[in-house]
């Protein structure tokens, strides 16, 4: 990659808007679930991923069913994302509410 192309590519990732939303983790080998929110859920699970590949996820229970059942028995849903003009305000008490709604639902634990 240039120069050019790489500055460009700095300045689009900076300009990018947030992506609010409630997402889920699930094993497909157990049916265990853990919800979690993101001011960025887009791209929430490449960093997921990423600390469960080097086993340094802060989430215990995730981390145990990781390498109890490998990377290929889960899967990562976008559950709910804001409208982009919801008042900034009350964004993350808003994911936060909605969040446990989540979890209630999908009887999961909490990321």
């Known amino acids: 990659m240039d120069r050019q192309s790489r500055r460009a590519a700095i300045a689009a990732y900076k300009e990018r808007k947030p992506a609010y939303g409630v997402f ?3 094993c497909n080998a157990t049916g265990e679930a853990w919800v979690g929110c993101s001011r ?13 590949r080097l086993g340094t996820s802060p989430h ?3 981390q145990a069913a990781w390498k109890q059942h490998g990377e290929e028995a889960f899967r990562f849903e976008e559950l709910e994302r804001l409208r982009e003009d ?8 808003e ?5 446990g709604l989540w979890r209630a639902r999908l009887q999961a634990a909490a990321l």
């Not at 919801?86 to 008490?93: G, L, T, Y």
């Open 95 to 99: 994911l936060k509410k909605r969040q």
């Open 60 to 62: 215990a229970s995730l």
């Open 86 to 93: 919801f008042p900034e305000i009350s964004r993350m008490n």
């Open 24 to 26: 889920a983790v699930i």
């Open 40 to 52: 960025h859920v887009d791209n929430q699970q490449n960093g997921l991923w990423f600390g469960l």
